[in-house]
């Protein structure tokens, strides 16, 4: 079974893609872009792909580090 699901916000394009039957590589990514219509960013559109796996992985970083109550660890 494979599904498309986009959301797009003024800066932001998000969008995942899933087939729950697929094996092949990149049958289920996360695409993150940038929305060039806002005027905010100068050039051509940016845009990140991850496996399904990464975007959890940054979802549990971001659920961490994103409430202010963890201290995030320093960059060196």
């Not at 050039?43 to 202010?68: C, H, P, W």
């Amino acid at each position: 079974m494979s599904y498309t699901k986009s959301k797009s916000t003024k800066r932001f394009n998000f969008q995942i893609s899933r087939n729950s039957t697929s094996h092949k590589a990149g049958a289920n990514i996360v695409t993150i872009g940038t929305n060039t219509g806002d005027g905010f960013y100068s050039g051509g559109t940016t845009q990140m792909t991850m496996t399904v796996k990464e975007a959890r992985a940054f979802q549990s970083f971001l659920n961490s580090y994103i409430d202010g109550k963890t201290v995030a660890p320093a960059i060196d």
